[in-house]
């Protein structure tokens, strides 16, 4: 469909276009990935590198999307703010709120894809996505498949692959729901999780039932707030400026003479540090640069931010880049905010062991977060601190002092717990967990209604009339609601994984076929589905292969894996002890033992499971453009 045909809409030009992409890009990858060069240069005790990939690439995405909606022109209304922090609101989540300052702290440099990948995609959507999706009179993704294609195998290929990326969006936002019910309640987490479905359940009928999105954009901004206030006042505890986005550069230097004064005091292991802006220590750049692909391409089509913000039936055609710009500007502010987060995080978590702190002795923030299962104490998790130093004693060399390799946090929890320990007043803390909890219910709102949008709109063949709710509607909701809980209660995925896995299927099946339906018109049906198919299938067989059946997928792809001589040898290993396990509980430790070993041999070429679009990706457009080449010569010569 031409910008032509549709009044007021937006016109960039294909130079702008093209000129945006590649300012996109360099932004994007190019500089990122030259991040250990970079990183030879500091700023106010910033390393370069570390610095633009944290929060300078944040800003660019951010100018570089402004730019180009300046220039697209387009008529533009006067809607205000809230439609965009209703955007914002659901575009974070779980994964954003809770995953990504765990990861940053525990990884470094490493995880900061996982920020800049977002806002990557939103800019993507800015420049790519948003000025001619909007033009379809559709509100789904999937009646945009049904729109532009027709037919009916193309919605029904892009609804079933949006079902299975939703349950893994999903299961990310459930994991984080439970975790902020625990930290509210006090209660345990098998308990805490079983309430979810039942809080997220009461949420979506609520907000269907009312057709108001009203209370979803002030989350956002309570969001912000409690998180704002949260980066201050570790400040102030650290005797810092309170300029959070600021003086972390100070806190990144620090975090190393600390972590460098432990070790010589015999409380820190060089083998269980992780410095902070060194980059590439954990993932490879080819990972990194799969990574932010993944995260960005994603993000990009993700369906419940197109369907509910950015198609006609949200936005007039000529506002749609206004207000996906203004939602990029709201989260990457959030976003700038998470490597401080993590940097404050692990400056407190290093002072602490410092201060010389006998495990027998450890304050109630450590105890308490071990008896929730957030952090474990020499391998043990209990809210008694005599348990921990038992633990503790049974440790070789270890003297009764608190060591920095004693703590291992679960990543998922790391909000929580480092926010406890950090000190974090208590009022400030709950409100820091009640903040998390409604964003991962906002964000599971979201997925919910708009899947269920998009199925009421194949069913219909047009927009649907209202936001209620039939009785298909709600047996699909129910179905997704329990497989996300199923997938969250027995994946071994952390919350990031989840989210990223889910994008990347995302990306991989459905951002081919939608962005070659935007700007090639020759390009059909049969294209389509063969390349939403074949993304689909290759991104998803790698996947759920490393997840859940790595075994499996090392014994039939064993050829392209990266593992070492050693470790392969080591799952062989581990293999002949599973056969030979005589009873059941040795039968288990075996299983466990060689499935832990599997997920770290079942690779192909070394890439993590989301990084997989940098192969599906390119396969998926292949495949589309041979078959729309190759159906459109039969139609010439019938």
Same mark, same amino acid.
């Given at each position: 469909m031409s910008t032509d045909e549709v009044a007021g809409a937006s016109r960039p030009t294909r130079r702008l276009t093209a000129l945006s992409l590649a300012a996109w890009a360099f932004v994007s990858f190019a500089l990122p990935l030259a991040a250990l060069t970079l990183n030879v240069f500091k700023i106010v005790g910033f390393p370069l590198g570390f610095w633009f990939t944290a929060q300078g690439a944040l800003v660019a995405l951010v100018a570089i999307a402004w730019l180009f909606t300046w220039r697209a022109g387009g008529d533009r209304g006067a809607e205000g703010i809230l439609a965009p922090l209703v955007f914002a609101g659901e575009a974070i989540g779980s994964a954003g709120f809770i995953g990504y300052a765990g990861l940053i702290a525990a990884l470094g440099f490493d995880a900061l894809s996982y920020p800049l990948g977002v806002v990557s995609g939103l800019a993507l959507? =800015?420049?790519? !996505?948003?000025?001619?999706?909007?033009?379809?009179?559709?509100?789904? #993704?999937? $009646?945009?498949?049904?729109?532009?294609? $027709?037919?009916?195998?193309?919605?029904?290929?892009?609804?079933?692959?949006?079902? +299975?990326?939703? *349950?893994?969006?999903?299961?990310?936002? +459930? %994991?984080?729901?439970?975790?902020?019910?625990?930290?509210?309640?006090?209660?345990? %987490?098998?308990?805490?999780?079983?309430?979810?479905? #039942?809080?997220?359940?009461? &949420?979506?009928?609520?907000?269907?039932?009312?057709?108001?999105?009203?209370?979803?954009? *002030?989350?956002?901004? !309570?969001?912000?707030? +409690?998180?704002?206030?949260?980066?201050?006042?570790? =400040?102030?505890?650290q005797h810092r400026l309170p300029l959070p986005y600021w003086s972390y550069g100070i806190a990144l230097q620090d975090v190393a003479n600390l972590e460098i004064s432990l070790i010589g005091r015999k409380l820190a292991d060089v083998s269980a540090l992780k410095p902070m802006a060194s980059p590439f220590l954990q993932l490879s750049n080819l990972n990194f640069a799969g990574l932010v692909l993944a995260m960005a391409l994603g993000v990009a089509v993700l369906p419940q931010l197109l369907g509910r913000h950015v198609s006609r039936v949200a936005v007039a055609p000529g506002e749609a880049p206004r207000r996906v710009s203004i939602a990029l500007t709201l989260v990457a502010v959030f976003m700038c905010g998470l490597a401080p987060f993590a940097v404050f995080a692990r400056v407190a978590l290093a002072e602490l062991v410092q201060s010389g702190v006998k495990v027998a002795d450890a304050p109630a923030s450590i105890t308490q977060s071990s008896g929730n299962g957030w952090i474990s104490v020499c391998g043990e998790q209990s809210a008694a601190a005599a348990d921990l130093a038992a633990a503790c004693a049974k440790t070789g060399g270890h003297k009764g002092l608190l060591r920095l390799q004693d703590l291992r946090f679960d990543n998922d929890a790391y909000v929580f717990a480092a926010s406890r320990i950090g000190g974090l007043p208590d009022v400030l803390w709950f409100g820091l967990s009640?903040?998390?909890?409604?964003?991962?219910? #906002?964000?599971?709102?979201?997925?919910?209604?708009?899947?269920?949008?998009?199925?009421?709109?194949?069913?219909?063949? $047009?927009?649907?009339?209202?936001?209620?709710?039939?009785?298909?509607? +709600?047996?699909?909701? *129910?179905?997704?609601?329990?497989?996300?809980? =199923?997938?969250?209660?027995?994946?071994?995925?952390? !919350?990031?994984?989840?989210?990223?896995?889910?994008?990347?299927?995302?990306?991989? &099946?459905?951002?081919?076929?939608?962005?070659?339906?935007?700007?090639?018109?020759?390009? $059909?049906?049969?294209?389509?589905?063969?390349?939403? *198919?074949?993304g689909f299938v290759a991104a998803g067989v790698y996947i759920f292969g490393v997840r859940f059946a790595p075994t499996v997928l090392f014994d039939l792809t064993g050829h392209l894996s990266t593992a070492s001589p050693s470790a392969v040898s080591k799952f062989a290993e581990l293999r002949a002890a599973l056969d030979a396990a005589a009873d059941p509980a040795t039968l288990i430790q075996a299983q466990t033992a060689l499935y832990e070993q599997a997920v770290s041999v079942a690779n192909w070429w070394g890439l993590r499971p989301a990084a997989a679009v940098l192969f599906a990706v390119p396969a998926s457009v292949l495949v589309g453009v041979a078959v729309t080449l190759v159906t459109a010569r039969r139609e010439v010569q019938t």
């Open positions: 959507m =800015t420049i790519l !996505i948003a000025p001619r999706f909007a033009l379809y009179p559709v509100s789904t #993704v999937a $009646g945009y498949f049904s729109a532009r294609f $027709g037919g009916l195998w193309p919605r029904r290929a892009a609804l079933a692959v949006l079902g +299975v990326a939703s *349950v893994l969006l999903l299961a990310a936002d +459930v %994991r984080g729901a439970g975790l902020a019910v625990q930290a509210l309640s006090g209660l345990d %987490r098998a308990t805490s999780f079983a309430l979810v479905p #039942v809080v997220l359940s009461v &949420s979506w009928f609520s907000l269907a039932l009312a057709g108001r999105r009203r209370p979803i954009g *002030v989350v956002f901004a !309570i969001l912000l707030s +409690v998180f704002s206030l949260m980066l201050i006042v570790f =400040t102030m505890l009640g903040a998390a909890l409604l964003a991962a219910l #906002v964000a599971g709102h979201a997925l919910l209604a708009g899947f269920l949008a998009a199925d009421a709109e194949a069913r219909h063949l $047009g927009p649907p009339e209202t936001d209620g709710l039939d009785t298909r509607s +709600v047996a699909l909701g *129910v179905l997704l609601l329990l497989s996300a809980v =199923t997938m969250a209660a027995f994946s071994p995925a952390d !919350i990031v994984s989840l989210a990223s896995e889910g994008l990347a299927l995302i990306a991989a &099946s459905i951002f081919p076929p939608l962005l070659l339906g935007l700007f090639w018109r020759r390009f $059909g049906a049969a294209g389509a589905v063969a390349a939403l *198919v074949t």
